[in-house]
């Protein structure tokens, strides 16, 4: 599946940004692509702007990197739930709590980047288990429409939108 073929009116602006930053890509390639090209960028990161933040109150580059794999453990939650016909509405997340609990400062480059292998494989053998039928099927989160398709997308959006914002104001 690809980006111009979900409607795009769900999910709410907000996160429908996370997907117009990809383009017109597919789904399962750019889940892939991103496994192989995000832990290189982690890789290149310097030891010492790891616990760097480029303003007061905002977080550092390590709680931005676990920020990311929070995240599409999340949105990959909803879309096994979703997937699997569960109606439930589901709640937000505090993202302003996990952060600060992440405790990002006590992990090592090597640590993060080994949990991201794992979440992002495990979350691309969850989209590679979906036929066509499946990845329209619809549910709520945040209070907003989803079809577990866009959240795939918000997963790949989500993390080049950080990795956008890592290099454009902490690797300066």
């Given at each position: 599946m690809r980006t111009s073929d979900i409607v795009l009116t769900k999910p709410a602006p907000f996160y429908k940004a996370y997907i117009d930053v990809l383009?017109?890509?597919e789904l399962l390639d750019m889940l892939e692509r991103q496994l192989d090209n995000f832990p290189k960028f982690i890789e290149?990161?310097?030891d010492d702007k790891m616990s760097y933040a480029y303003g007061q109150d905002k977080w550092t580059m390590?709680?931005?990197l676990l920020h990311i794999i929070d995240s599409e453990r999340v949105f990959q939650y909803r879309a096994l739930r979703f997937s699997r016909g569960d109606q439930t509405s589901l709640p937000g997340f505090d993202q302003d709590l996990y952060v600060p609990n992440s405790e990002a400062e006590k992990r090592t480059k090597e640590s993060?980047?080994?949990e991201y292998?794992?979440?992002r494989?495990?979350?691309i053998s969850l989209y590679r288990s979906f036929d066509p039928s499946i990845l329209g099927r619809e549910g709520f989160a945040s209070n907003l429409p989803w079809s577990v398709a866009s959240l795939g997308f918000v997963i790949c959006g989500h993390q080049k939108h950080h990795r956008n914002i890592l290099r454009e104001r902490y690797l300066l």
């Open positions: 383009g017109d890509v290149s990161i310097p390590a709680q931005v993060i980047i080994e292998r794992t979440v494989e495990s979350t």
